[in-house]
Nanobody, 121 residues
């Protein structure tokens, strides 16, 4: 059906930057909302940021001003999360989620496999 592949996670020092990417493939008619979530050990998964097909964005208070979500307007199936001024509390597994209108199966919410982000000195 639809698959999401994430990349860009890793280990970074406090104050550093990382850029996450998430690319969708499969039987896609259109992609509505794209978003990034994260889950730290022992905590619930939480929304980090999302972006609508019209380009409206929404951020968690904890990342406002440090993270930027964007869509690839050319590819239309890729979303990015630029993370600056990273803090140890940003350490988590980051998941991409897309709400996709498929060619044969209606509207689906699809999740990526997750990518680890570790902020540590």
């Amino acid at each position: 059906q639809v698959q999401l592949v994430e990349s860009g996670g890793g280990l970074v020092q406090p104050g550093g930057s990382l850029r996450l990417s998430c690319a969708a493939s499969g039987s896609i008619f259109s992609i509505n909302t794209m978003g990034w979530y994260r889950q730290a050990p022992g905590k619930q998964r939480e929304l980090v940021a999302d972006i609508t097909s019209g380009g409206s964005t929404n951020y968690a208070d904890s990342v406002q001003g440090r993270f930027t979500i964007s869509r690839d307007n050319a590819k239309k199936t890729t979303v990015y999360l630029q993370m600056n001024s990273l803090k140890p509390e940003d350490t988590a597994v980051y998941y991409c989620k897309m709400v996709v209108t498929t060619l044969r199966s209606g509207v689906l919410a699809v999740w990526g496999q997750g990518t680890q982000v570790t902020v540590s000195s």
